[in-house]
């Protein structure tokens, strides 16, 4: 056993003031700081202060030389043992970054290859094709022709796997093929266009390695095409999956927040894939299991699919009301074992890969997920009884949103298709389309950033996309709902207010990301103007890791602005910052935009739209 799990590191220090603008969060922070817990927010205080040299990027462990570090401030030597400089540090380091969260996309890409196949070759009941509608849609695009719809499913497949696994230098199909050309063009020239995803993994390995590749701009420029073959291949896999496997949604009426928690269920929180999440949701409904619960003295069972985001995950915990936690390997942090021993909840890991020292690891898979998810079921219901009374809090904070629909049900959700969108652009009723991705961060007062510039683009007519911790921010902060258009300008509530949707339209979790670029595609071919001219946006107010600095790339590659609100860890780099801010520009026609201020980077993004009015 390690060390990690018998020590208990409670430290004392106490949160002041409040980590976040949802109540909930700050009650329950509270009773853990009672308690003596220590949440992200505690732990993120012992780390105080955070080192300038990491801080800035310059801090090297590219090898056992090092570690190597240089002045941020320009005083002492300025490179590392070897003589790698600033750029070439930070470079390395952001490209690391950058293939740690696109392996991540792969894995689940691979989840929903290996539950296709399935489907494909009939060796599962659990899961159908359900929706050959949108398989036709896209193997159409990819020319690719079958007899029956499993034959083109399996023929899908086969063509993913391949452009996952090739090594060879012709560039990747799916870029080709679905990417605006004014897009590629600008790709071929400047040495941006991915080929498939084994190669540019491996080049990113190779590249960032000690001594290899010592050109700050050709690292960096490995780590976009590395983030463009993400959004083209790993989560385009993951999105187009998800459509064809589960089938398409329309916009619907979800509640978000920590009030959703009941005493009198058998509660079970799940952080996993949808394809899981299902299997999970159903079994919570076997009249056998509902029987089970209800002799254990609940009402029911309850499948809880995240109320919050990401940075949320350890407050189910601590209201003392949830059996099991079910996660994959969705930024799930190592210490929620730590805090479910304190109560009573069974921390349960289905990822087949990752492991989580302290949870109980049930593998799911395509074949055995209908069972395994009985398991789980079975699993919180007889952990029930074990509910320590003197620790119950039941919070009370519950937000209604809509909740998100596949690219079909948008469109199906505007009448057919994205035109009305393009004509409400065209008319100048609306200035510009943002969208607004990714994480919390504890760095920053917990979804003020996404909820202050959401607020300030709908004022201003700008017509707003969330997806990932992202969405679930505006489902919290009322901002995702039908009601709150009231808050919108004219040209925006003319736009929604006949369809009934909200200002802030929420597409989806982070793994299926790519939904933002389709929808941005199908809008911008409306509007009939090359892509690089389109008045859109994108935003990661609160990012911190891989998978979010990788579709702050691929926004940028794609010539759009591409804010970040959180630094990232290349201010003692003044080359990089030059080339993703300025540089960029020349290339893709995309910047970079850091800009910590939520009302200073919604002024930068309105400005923006304004010159690419169309
Ligand atoms: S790669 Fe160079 S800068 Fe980095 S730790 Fe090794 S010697 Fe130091
Ligand atoms: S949006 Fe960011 S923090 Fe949230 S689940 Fe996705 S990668 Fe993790």
Redesign the pocket.
Known sequence: MSRFLTEKPFIGLKIRGYVSITPDVNELVRKADMEKIDTVWHRFQYQQPQCGFGLTGVCCRHCNTGPCRVDPFGYGFQTGTCGATPDLIASRDLLDLVAH?VA?RLQEALIMLKTAKAVAEGSTKAYGLKNPGRLKEITDILGIKAETDTELLAKLVELLETEINRITDEPLVTALKFVPEDVVEKWEKNDLLPRGLAREFFEANYRSNMGTDSDPISVVKQAIRLAIADGLLATFTTTIMDEILLGDKAPGKGKSGLGIIKPENVNIFI?VLPVFAGKIKMAAQDPELVEMAKKAGAKGIAVIIPSG???MQELPIITGLTEVMVVDH??IYPYIVEIAKKYHTKIVIIDPVAKLPGAIHMPMTPENASEVAKEIVKLAIENYANRKKDKIYQPVHVSEFTTNPTLNGLRQAFGGSLKPIADAIKRGDVKGVVVL????NPKVKHNYSHYNIAKKLIENDVLVFA????M?AVALTGLAKPETLKQAGDGLKKLLAIYNLPPVIPLG???ENTRELFVLYEIAKELGVPFTKAPFAASAPE???G??MSAVLYYLAHGMLSHVGTVPQIAAAPGIEEFLTKEMEKITGGRLVIEPDPFEASEIILKHLEKKKI
């Open positions: 969260g991540t952080r985001n990401m940075i969705q930024c991705h990714h994480c919390t997806m990932g911790c992202s679930m979790p982070c793994p990012w911190m890791n998978k979010a």
